[in-house]
Nanobody, 126 residues
Framework: QLQLVESGGGLVQPGGSLRLSCTASGATIAPYHIAWFRQTPGKEREGVAAIISSGLMTSYDDSVKGRFTISRDNVKNTVYLQMNSLKPEDTGIYFC???????????????????WGQGTQVTVSS
């Protein structure tokens, strides 16, 4: 069974950068579309970015366009989220998950995803 583990979170000042990793075990991620979500207390989990199985197409929430970049290395069984120009409102727990749908439809809602990791905390604060 596919298991996903997020890493790379931490405390960073506004304007700084972080790179998150989502490393899979138990199965290959190659056939699957993968997404990053984030969650803050009292709010629903919101989609940040998604990437098609081949890596050739991506989808972003408007709040991160131009600042975040999702990528993947299917040989390393890992998906990355490069986050630049971080803002305090980017603070939250970041999760990766696998889209259960075979057809690429972009980011979508959390209901379309399964096999969630445990999350990694990102805090943007001065």
């Amino acid at each position: 069974q596919l298991q996903l583990v997020e890493s790379g979170g931490g405390l960073v000042q506004p304007g700084g950068s972080l790179r998150l990793s989502c490393t899979a075990s138990g199965a290959t991620i190659a056939p699957y579309h993968i997404a990053w979500f984030r969650q803050t207390p009292g709010k629903e989990r919101e989609g940040v970015a998604a990437i098609i199985s081949s890596g050739l197409m991506t989808s972003y929430d408007d709040s991160v366009k131009g600042r975040f970049t999702i990528s993947r290395d299917n040989v390393k069984n890992t998906v990355y989220l490069q986050m630049n120009s971080l803002k305090p409102e980017d603070t939250g727990i970041y999760f990766c998950a696998r889209d259960w749908r075979d057809t690429w439809r972009g980011l979508g809602s959390a209901a379309n995803y399964i096999y969630w990791g445990q999350g990694t905390q990102v805090t943007v604060s001065s």
